[in-house]
């Protein structure tokens, strides 16, 4: 009957009404608080009276609004509905009632005005409500804020009850929703009111309205929803949160409420789209509160996820396009969660993982569970053997269900989660991981990404047994597939990055895999393309260098020492080939500033790398003697240029044949380059068999026949280089024995002439003498040798330094290739030498101090001295009176006995007419006197003594003041050592 006589008025008697309702409205509005109200008010008795309705239902709160809302509901005009509509919004919301009455009459105007209802509370969101929200919280605040919340409410209510509503696009939505998030951002961080339960569950609403939310606001509401939920506190203190025992709520039902609000928001969302991808979407957003390091946290977020997929699988039929890879990582993260702390955690996590691998299941069309899965599902056992179990059959499953892609982002979950502060979480990742990698089968695609995830982590890893557990699959991963586990570890970064190391030393852990990968690296070595692709081909050539710098590295790792020792030679002809390479192609920079004695530096540029690694291939090895010999002769500088490169790979060979270096497999090798197609394995292979062949070993190894059609291959060469070698070859004396009988008689000769007082150049004939030595090293020099060495040491102290460099020289070429039949006839001329040596490295011609120098050190090995290898340090990087001292430490303790013969002969030297020479001398009796006192004095004689006073005296009136000083230092210690030695 009302609703008859309303739509019987005229429009300007319903704007009249709806004008008189609201100004009482407003007139009243402070008598509101009051139970119940008398109005006495004129004109609204007389609107009472016109619509035919009690006077007593004045008294009824809500009575104006419901009569309010038919009004604006009937009303045909909608300029005059939205203008009494603004004008109800506008009224008090300061008590419940005023806020229920006008969430009332908004409902009703919107089920027959229901876009300008949205417009009007669109626009109050955007101005009124987010001012007021942006300003200090006060009571005037949260009173609008459940005003807004409560029309909202009714709002959506009227719009679900619709039947058409779907055919609408209500394109305020993202407006309105961003409303609610702000309302619910501000929201303490407690529970007192169902504020939160309300907002979720409108946005629920909401979401079901055309147009469907676009993933960026999807992607909003859920981030807000989840964090205002799951950051509240742990169940059992939310009642501390309340303001007071008596307005305190029951917490627990309002927490389980919003709960399930929250729960029904992620149906609401997944039943729109029922898909996998949907899934996955969601599971993202809830990921960071799976990880959280609070337990409460986790626990609300693995149940949410319990719900979700329990409601996914009784409720839905999934879309079976979709196979998104991120299903792998989420199962991984939700796996992790199978030992954590709290029990209902675990349990909820298998479960999950459980209801996944069911969606898996469903989209491949899997009727019948496996049996891996069958024996997994259950979580109730806690033994440690069927808890290893059930991890292997779960792995299996996952290997055999999952995608490649999916299986690779679950393995980068466990990668990732290594590094992690939670132990359990560690430890199962790491476990996790190693059973996979352990699997056999593995899939090649995933070696990259997963190599890839395990480098960058390690620099994070401080654990040992995470560290452990990386270089177990590592090690894994390469038994099966080493050639792609090379390639990927070569690709990560430069070698000498200090983090791609222990990947490298992880595979040395296997014997088998280790020499594996030096062959890999050697075969990647030679991938070098000419000068013309170059540019075209950078690839190849990089990865050539990456492994040239690997190798570099790998010769300095301990774990990689007994593998390149199988693989010597190979590396040594790899090297020499890859330097005579880069020489050509003029990749040259950084090969000449690099400090070799600085420990604390690395060469840079691929020559110096090579270079330095063709030396450490010696040094770090039991082959020492044979990188000192071509230091201390200066051979290692004629690597440095393609001119003098045969030379140098001369010399280096020379060495190695007469330390018996590996002859056997680099003869192998050598043969091998001889036959190759590139001249630079040519060349590098006739210079070492033609050194090789002086050598007693080769016949050992190879036959005459061999021999022969090797080097006959050689002349065939379009080389000059390799044609001149081969011939050279052809005519040793080891091909021609007979040869060697002439060129002994020839060395008597010239002997003969060298021991001559007149001779007019001594050092052209040492030249020729030192030539025949080494054409006769494989056949012996005999005799003649030790005559040739007596003879020599005269010439130490020759005043013409080409003289002097020339029987330094050939002496140590004496002892050298002296052979075994003379030795302990030569150790004693050798150990007459040391003392003139020593001195000789202080000459002021440089060439016959680099030339003492290696002959001393020569001296040193045949005599078998202690520290021989430090030794050679000392002479090779030493600097100062600190390197002398040790010098001669090493000396004279190699040398206990031989007191009286080194301080008689540097006695000798005090007279030398070079200076340095003479102090070098004086430091030698110097220190004598000071640390071997107590030995002299058990060695000397009473003419030692005297020989030893008489030569200090002689410096008494020296006009020198260094001379003197030596006379003045040393005196009182000759007249003590008097007292003390006897006849």
């Known amino acids: 009957m009302v609703v008859n006589k309303i739509n019987n008025m005229l429009v300007t008697e319903q704007g009249l009404v709806l004008e008189t309702i609201c100004h009482f409205l407003e007139k009243h509005s402070q008598l509101w608080e009051k139970s119940e109200v008398s109005f006495r008010d004129a004109s609204v008795l007389k609107l009472l009276e016109f619509l035919s309705l009690d006077p007593r239902k004045a008294t009824d709160k809500a009575f104006f609004f419901h009569l309010y809302g038919m009004i604006l509901r009937e009303c045909p005009c909608v300029e005059q509905v939205q203008c009494h509509l603004a004008s109800l919004l506008e009224l008090s919301h300061q008590h419940s009632i005023q806020r229920e009455g006008i ?39 949260e009173i609008l804020k459940s005003s807004f919340v409560s029309a909202a409410i009714l709002l959506t209510r009227s719009i679900q009850a619709e039947y058409s509503s779907q055919r609408y696009k209500f394109t305020q939505i993202p407006e309105l929703i961003q409303c ?21 569950l409108v946005i629920a609403g909401l979401s079901n309205l055309r147009p469907i939310f676009k993933p960026m606001l999807k992607s909003q509401v859920l981030k807000t929803c989840l964090q205002s939920v799951y950051m509240l506190p742990p169940t059992k203190d939310l009642k501390n949160y309340s303001l007071s025992i008596e307005q305190a709520p029951d917490t627990t039902l309002l927490y389980k409420k919003t709960v399930r609000a929250l729960d029904l928001l992620l149906q609401n969302f997944i039943a729109e789209n029922p898909s996998m991808d949907e899934v996955c979407f969601l599971l993202q957003h809830i990921e960071f509160w799976l990880k959280s390091d609070k337990i409460h946290e986790r626990s609300r977020a693995v149940q949410s996820t319990y719900l979700l997929l329990q409601y996914v699988v009784d409720s839905l039929k999934l879309a079976k396009e979709a196979v998104p890879s991120m299903l792998g990582h989420q199962i991984g993260i939700l796996t992790l969660l199978w030992q954590d702390r709290d029990k209902v955690t675990q349990q909820h996590s298998h479960i999950c993982v459980y209801l996944l691998m069911e969606l898996v299941f469903q989209q491949k069309g899997k009727m019948v569970e496996s049996t891996q899965w069958s024996k997994m599902k259950h979580f109730e056992s806690n033994v440690f053997r069927e808890w290893e179990m059930k991890l292997y059959h779960l792995v299996k499953v996952f290997k055999e269900d999952l995608t490649v892609a999916q299986h690779t982002q679950l393995l980068l979950t466990l990668v990732h989660s290594l590094d992690s502060c939670n132990r359990l979480r560690c430890d199962l990742a790491g476990k996790l991981l190693l059973m996979i990698c352990v699997e056999p089968g593995f899939r090649k695609e995933q070696i990259a990404e997963l190599l890839q995830g395990l480098f960058q982590e390690l620099p994070n890893i401080h654990s040992k047994s995470v560290q452990q557990t990386i270089s177990q699959a590592t090690l894994a991963l390469g038994t099966q597939h080493i050639q792609e586990v090379v390639e990927v570890i070569l690709s990560l970064c430069h070698p000498s990055e200090r983090w791609i190391l222990p990947l490298w030393k992880a595979l040395a852990a296997n014997y088998h895999v280790a020499r594996e990968v030096i062959t890999l690296l050697y075969i990647k070595l030679k991938l070098r393309p000419p000068r013309r692709l170059l540019q075209s081909t950078y690839r190849a050539r990089l990865v050539s260098l990456m492994a040239l710098g690997t190798i570099y590295e790998l010769l300095y790792t301990k774990e990689y020492r007994e593998t390149v020792c199988w693989a010597f030679s190979g590396i040594l002809l790899g090297l020499l080939t890859e330097l005579y390479y880069l020489l050509e192609m003029g990749l040259v920079q950084g090969m000449f500033d690099y400090q070799e004695d600085n420990l604390g530096s690395k060469p840079h540029g691929p020559c110096r790398i090579c270079m330095e690694a063709l ?63 590139e001249e630079r394995d040519n060349i590098v292979g006739i210079c070492i068999i033609t050194e090789f062949l002086n050598s007693p070993d080769a016949s050992q190894h190879m036959s005459w026949k061999d021999m022969y059609n090797s080097l006959n291959l050689g002349l065939s060469s379009c080389n000059q280089m390799v044609r001149a070698m081969s011939l050279k070859g052809l005519g040793s004396t080891l091909m021609h024995p007979k040869k060697a009988t002439l060129l002994r008689n020839k060395l008597t000769e010239l002997l003969d002439n060298f021991l001559q007082p007149e001779f007019k150049d001594p050092a052209g004939l040492m030249k020729i003498m030192g030539h025949f030595l080494h054409c006769l090293g494989v056949q012996g020099i005999g005799i003649v040798s030790l005559k040739i060495a007596q003879h020599l040491l005269s010439l130490f102290t020759d005043e013409r330094a080409t003289v002097r460099e020339g029987a330094i020289s050939l002496f140590g070429d004496v002892i050298h290739y002296g052979g075994k039949k003379i030795r302990h006839s030569l150790e004693d001329v050798a150990s007459r030498a040391t003392v003139p040596l020593l001195f000789n490295m202080a000459d002021p011609c440089q060439k016959v101090v680099t030339k003492a120098k290696c002959t001393f050190l020569r001296c040193a090995i045949l005599l078998k001295w202690e520290f021989r290898k430090e030794l050679f340090g000392k002479l090779a990087w030493g600097q100062g009176l600190g390197a002398a001292n040790d010098i001669f430490v090493y000396m004279l303790e190699s040398n206990i006995g031989k007191y009286q013969q080194f301080l008689s002969q540097a006695l000798m030297y005090l007279g030398s007419s070079h200076m340095t020479v003479k102090l070098a001398a004086m430091r030698f009796i110097g220190a004598l006197l000071q640390d071997y006192f107590n030995d002299l004095c058990l060695y000397l004689r009473k003419t030692d003594v005297i020989f030893l006073k008489n030569s200090l005296e002689a410096f008494r009136h020296d006009t020198d003041s260094r001379t003197r000083r030596f006379y003045l230092n040393y005196w009182n210690d000759a007249v003590e050592l008097s007292y003390y030695v006897q006849d």
């Not at 998030?181 to 169902?194: A, D, R, V, W, Y």
């Not at 071509?630 to 500088?637: D, N, P």
């Not at 690597?639 to 192998?668: D, S």
């Open 615 to 677: 030396k450490g291939l010696f040094w770090t090895n039991q082959y020492w003697e044979v990188f000192a010999d071509v230091k201390l002769i200066q051979g290692w500088e004629l690597f440095g240029q393609l001119e003098t490169f045969p030379k140098g790979v001369t010399l280096l060979a020379r060495a190695m044949a007469h330390y018996n270096c590996e002859i056997k497999a680099v003869l192998g090798q050598a043969l091998i380059s001889l036959k190759s197609t």
């Open 103 to 141: 969430a009332l009459a908004v409902g009703l105007a919107s089920t027959k005005h229901l876009e300008e209802v949205w417009a009007l509370l669109e626009h109050l969101g955007r101005t009124k409500f987010l001012r007021s929200a942006a300003a200090s919280e006060n009571n005037q605040d």
């Open 180 to 200: 609610l998030l702000g309302i619910l951002q501000k929201e303490p961080n407690s529970l007192t009111t169902c504020l939160r339960q309300k907002i979720i």
